[in-house]
Structures are given as structure tokens and as C-alpha cells.
């Protein structure tokens, strides 16, 4: 099974936008976490395989999840960042069970001040 592999990372002011996309593989439960050093990582947003969407508080309204089923894709519109957005943010999905074990290698997002 491939693994999902993001793209779209990189350095904006605080206030600016980035748009994060993953490939993905059918019509499986896919999200998006991300990672500070140090820490594990945390639930940023989901899509299921049946279209429900779920954010985490901090991103709500900020960030919009999206997902392409028939190009296999996965996208993270992220708006009005902030330097606390900063961190590697990955791609996952459950293509095996009924959690995320599937990953990408990440992206790394930078928000300056």
C-alpha cells in the first residue's frame, strides 16, 4: 500500500494562508495531524469515508478539510494563521482498521510573527 504523501508546506506571516494537499488511496477515513517538537502528535482535522467532517477546537474556523475521492486526494485549506500553527503536519488514513495507520513523512509548516 502506498503511503499518503503531503505537499504544500512552507513558510507565510502570521495572518497568510497555506493549502496543504495528500495523495491518498479509496474511499477510507483520512485526516490530518500535526507534530511540535517534542510532542505528539495532535488531531488537527478529519474526513470519514462517508463524508463526516471533525476539526479540533483550535483550527475551527480557521481550517477547512476537503477530500477528492476520484482523484485520491486530501486537501487542508489553512487560514489566518498563527505562529502556533507552526509545526510538521501530516497526511494520515485508516486503511486497515478503525484508526489512523497509515502516514506520510510530513510537511513542515512555519508561521512567522
Known amino acids: 500500500q502506498a503511503l499518503p504523501v503531503e505537499s504544500g508546506g512552507g513558510l507565510v506571516q502570521a495572518g497568510g494562508s497555506l493549502r496543504l494537499s495528500c495523495t491518498t488511496a479509496?474511499?477510507?477515513?483520512t485526516g490530518w495531524f500535526r507534530q511540535y517538537p517534542g510532542s505528539e502528535r495532535e488531531f488537527v482535522a478529519g474526513?470519514?469515508?462517508?463524508?463526516?467532517?471533525d476539526y479540533a477546537d483550535s483550527v475551527k474556523n480557521r481550517f477547512t478539510i476537503s477530500r477528492d475521492n476520484a482523484k485520491n486526494t486530501l486537501a487542508l485549506k489553512m487560514n489566518d494563521l498563527k505562529p502556533e500553527d507552526s509545526a510538521v503536519y501530516y497526511c494520515?488514513?485508516?486503511?486497515?482498521?478503525?484508526?489512523?495507520?497509515?502516514w506520510g513523512r510530513g510537511t513542515q509548516v512555519t508561521v512567522s510573527s
Open positions: 494520515a488514513a485508516m486503511m486497515r482498521s478503525n484508526d489512523y495507520d497509515t
Open positions: 474526513i470519514n469515508w462517508s463524508g463526516s467532517i
Open positions: 479509496g474511499l477510507v477515513s
